[in-house]
């Protein structure tokens, strides 16, 4: 997998979690200058496990009877938060096989 191919999934993922926050975003990949793909990475993880938290405890709210809390904004933040880990999933499963490629090439 090349470099612009993981800048590509990478803008695709910021645009879905973008999406899912309600905010518009520009997909196109930056080539100014350098990203650490480490910190990136971890950016990622760390939002989408955010996400995750707040749906929890709206969940946790609702069920407990928190009459401030909507059914319809619980049910929203579960599905965003599970479409963000299903992206991320689809990610890490990407990035595997391309280890997986370069570690089976011949030299």
């Given at each position: 997998m090349s470099s612009l191919q993981i800048q590509q999934v990478l803008a695709e993922m910021r645009a879905l979690q973008a999406r899912a926050a309600g905010t518009p975003v520009d997909?196109?990949?930056?080539?100014?200058?350098p990203t650490d793909f480490a910190a990136l990475l971890k950016d990622s993880v760390d939002r989408i496990a955010s996400m995750q938290n707040q749906a929890s405890e709206l969940s946790n709210a609702y069920e407990?009877?928190?009459?401030?809390v909507d059914l319809t904004k619980v049910m929203l933040e579960v599905q965003k938060a599970?479409?963000?880990?299903?992206?991320?999933?689809?990610?890490?499963n990407k990035l595997l096989d391309a280890y997986t490629q370069v570690m089976n090439m011949s030299v």
């Open positions: 997909i196109t990949p930056s080539t100014s200058q407990t009877g928190d009459k401030s599970d479409l963000a880990f299903r992206a991320m999933t689809q990610v890490r």
